[in-house]
């Protein structure tokens, strides 16, 4: 998906996200369901070049 913040326009990632059901169940307003457990794998950001009032570094 491409995005832009302050007129700098880059690629957003979405993370991988994988649900595992569970054995428990659960109930919410009186209705039963089946609970899952949410894993989120940590994307990487590449490294990037910039400047902050004229000094350069890296992030």
């Not at 913040?5 to 957003?12: D, K, M, P, R, T």
């Not at 979405?14 to 659960?26: C, D, F, N, W």
């Amino acid at each position: 998906m491409r995005l832009s913040f302050l007129g700098q326009s880059y690629e957003a990632s979405t993370p991988a996200i994988e649900a595992t059901e569970m054995s428990e169940t659960a109930t919410f307003l009186g209705k039963p369901y089946a609970r899952k457990q949410y894993n989120v794998s940590q994307r990487q950001q590449p490294a990037a070049e910039l400047t902050y009032r004229g000094v350069r570094y890296t992030a």
